[in-house]
């Protein structure tokens, strides 16, 4: 029976056909990897099948993980590097616009739409930079990647991903200074 235990641990008791197991890693994992794919394309439903994918390659394919090269949570963030990367080259600009806000639904509608706006500010500006800054910025910004991580996931020296994290922001600095100043006159 399931007790728990560390994710390599986890991955272990899969092996041994333990459904709880891989339970347990989707409850962990899912928002992150969501999330990611998210930062990644913009778009919902895509972030949505890409997350289903990365769990059904976990699923399938268990025994690909090797703990000599990394943690789960890394192994689940390439899967998923991986998945985004072919959906942004089929769907080229494809990215469904947010829900529409009715002030109506709403007793502070000021507040709630600008707390919106600014959501969608800074996912336009994070979509609008260029992908190699964009995957740096979503991992270790916005999903918490440490830099080990992030050069695992993204296959690349902790070097380059600290020099694109930091272009990265500035060139999210750039982008959102100006909504700032819009919103502070």
């Known amino acids: 029976m399931w007790m728990g235990g560390s994710d390599q641990e986890l991955v272990g008791q899969m092996l041994d056909g333990g459904e709880e197991a891989f339970a347990e890693l989707y409850r962990r994992h899912q928002g992150p990897v969501f999330r990611f794919a998210l930062h990644m394309t913009g778009c919902v439903p895509v972030a949505e099948d890409v997350t289903?994918?990365?769990?059904l390659v976990l699923m399938v394919h268990t025994r690909r993980f090797d703990v000599s090269r990394g943690t789960v949570r890394s192994f689940l963030f390439g899967i998923a590097r991986n998945h985004v990367m072919r959906r942004l080259e089929q769907e080229r600009g494809a990215h469904q616009e947010p829900e529409d806000f009715?002030?109506?639904?709403?007793?502070?509608?000021?507040?709630?739409?600008?707390?919106?706006?600014?959501?969608?500010?800074?996912?336009?500006?994070?979509?609008?930079l260029p992908q190699v800054y964009r995957e740096a910025v979503a991992l270790c910004d916005l999903e918490d990647a440490t830099y080990e991580e992030a050069a695992g996931i993204l296959e690349c020296p902790v070097g380059t991903v600290r020099s694109r994290l930091n272009r990265g922001r500035r060139m999210l600095a750039r982008k959102l200074a100006p909504l700032a100043e819009a919103r502070t006159v």
């Open 52 to 55: 289903q994918e990365v769990f």
């Open 102 to 128: 009715d002030p109506a639904d709403d007793s502070d509608a000021l507040e709630e739409f600008t707390r919106r706006q600014t959501i969608e500010d800074v996912r336009r500006a994070v979509l609008s």
